[in-house]
């Protein structure tokens, strides 16, 4: 069993809609969760980071964390083309010496 | 000011050279990593240094060979790579301890092996 598990779609939206994305996790123990977004051919970049259950808004951002049910998720409002792109979600696990566990990605394409 | 900063962008070797790629950080973090990225994967975990100290070293081949020279600098060492390790290169440096445990990427070397 994977320890982090995302769709990698790819999922497409239109302009101005509502992405969710999703993320499952095995760890129970797991502290801390965060959302990389990554352009083709270029590094991840950390949009969100979130530990406690609930929600944790950023702008057109919003994640959620439910740690009862071990998923955490990924709202972008207002989808635009340039939100395009692959979302990693990674998981700092319990013991994990300071590691990061990422899934494999979800690709979004939010089209016109 | 989140940033960290890598060099080369691009990294042509053949597999009998000896190269460095080069990572900075000066944001006062005190954890730094190097992950190897292939096409449509996640980034994989190669070392960790905490103070300056190799930390975690996830079973890489000795042809990588990470050094610490101080707390805002990471250096990976490549030799006798073979093309398999063709890859973007990412360092990371990771803020104070706290539950969040942000991870900061740079920008990455595109390391192509002949």
């Known amino acids: 069993q994977k320890e982090v598990e995302q769709n990698s779609g790819p999922l497409s939206v239109p302009e101005g809609a509502i992405a969710s994305l999703n993320c499952t996790y095995s760890?129970?123990?797991?502290?801390?969760f965060f959302w990389y977004r990554q352009y083709s051919g270029k590094s991840p970049e950390l949009i969100m980071s979130?530990?406690?259950?609930g929600d944790k808004e950023d702008g057109r951002f919003t994640a959620q964390l439910n740690k009862a049910s071990q998923y955490v998720s990924l709202l972008i409002r207002d989808s635009q083309p340039s939100d395009s792109a692959t979302y990693l979600c990674?998981?700092?696990?319990?013991?994990?010496?300071?590691?990061?566990?990422f899934g494999t990605g979800t690709q979004l394409k939010v089209e016109l | 000011d989140t940033e960290v900063t890598q060099t080369p962008k691009h990294l042509v070797m053949g597999m009998t050279n000896k190269k460095s790629l080069k990572c900075e950080q000066h944001?006062?973090?005190?954890?730094m990593y190097w992950y190897k990225q292939k096409a449509k994967k996640p980034p994989e975990l190669m070392f960790v240094?905490?103070?300056?100290?190799?930390?975690i070293n996830e079973s890489v081949p000795s042809r990588f060979s990470p050094e610490c020279p101080n707390s805002s600098l990471l250096n990976l060492h490549l030799h006798a790579l073979q093309p398999e390790d063709s890859a973007l290169y990412l360092c990371?440096?990771?803020?104070?301890?706290?539950?969040?445990?942000?991870?900061?990427f740079g920008p990455g070397t595109r390391l192509t092996v002949l």
């Open positions: 990371a440096s990771r803020g104070p301890r706290d539950p969040s445990n942000e991870q900061f």
């Open positions: 760890d129970r123990g797991s502290q801390s």
């Open positions: 979130i530990y406690s259950n």
């Open positions: 990674a998981v700092k696990v319990t013991g994990g010496g300071n590691k990061l566990t």
């Open positions: 944001m006062g973090h005190r954890a």
């Open positions: 240094y905490s103070y300056e100290k190799l930390s």
